[in-house]
């Protein structure tokens, strides 16, 4: 809730605490960013802290005002309040689908994805290879390696999508040594080394059926049988 303390401590100018308190009878209040997606356009104008004043000159104090003034807008400009400042800047909208996940790899036991939106919203991750989880008595179980990673090297190389280590995976014989280089949610970087096992734990890619005919479709990936091979993929 608004009081004049509270605008004082915050800074906000006496028109704009009249413009929010003018938007809902008996309800004084301002919405203020605690968290950003950092994937997401907007999160490269609006900052953490950030109080937001209005949507295209509307004034908005409620999560459904935000919702009614954005409506299908493909941009909007902004109206912050930023250290002490009233500032107008552009920020472009991004659809969410509610499904979140539409991609999965599993390699070596460990389920490999673009992060989801709660794992964007506590920081900008190293990679587009996230390691949710890992199945127990794999090969990244057995060596040690942990989910909530990002894997940015695979033998040297550097990765940033599932593309990149997929391209680098098939060339890797099976049962050879592989060194992996991740990084925590904390920024902390380690390396694990692995070996493959392609019989019990082959490597299988799960996609959003984009046809709808089906929740998920199969993609079974074999390994290169010998070093410098690469392996066809076959939709099952």
Not at 51 to 60: C, E, G, M
Not at 111 to 136: H, N, P, V
């Amino acid at each position: 809730q608004l009081s004049n303390t509270k605008r004082t401590n915050m800074k906000l100018p006496a028109e704009w605490m009249e413009k929010l308190q003018a938007c809902h009878q008996g309800r004084s209040q301002v919405l203020a960013v605690n968290q950003k997606r950092h994937l997401s356009p907007t999160s490269k104008v609006v900052q953490e802290g950030d109080l937001i004043l209005a949507v295209d000159s509307k004034p908005v104090c409620t999560f459904r005002d935000v919702e009614e003034a954005v409506g299908d807008r493909a941009k909007v400009e902004l109206t912050l309040l930023r250290d002490e400042e009233v500032k107008v800047v552009p920020a472009a909208t991004t659809l969410v689908d509610g499904v979140g996940t539409h991609r999965i790899l599993v390699w070596a036991g460990m389920l490999l994805q673009c992060s989801y939106r709660a794992i964007q919203e506590m920081g900008k991750g190293a990679s587009d290879i996230y390691c949710s989880y890992y199945l127990f008595g794999s090969p990244a179980h057995f060596y040690g390696m942990k989910s909530c990673r990002y894997i940015v090297a695979v033998n040297g190389t550097p990765v940033q999508t599932l593309d990149d280590l997929i391209e680098v995976v098939q060339t890797i014989p099976d049962r050879a040594a592989v060194k992996l280089k991740a990084v925590d949610l904390q920024g902390q970087a380690m390396t694990f080394t692995l070996k493959t096992d392609a019989k019990f734990w082959p490597t299988n890619e799960l996609k959003r059926d984009p046809t709808g005919k089906m929740d998920w479709v199969l993609v079974t990936r074999e390994e290169a049988k010998e070093a410098g091979t690469r392996a066809p993929s076959s939709r099952v």
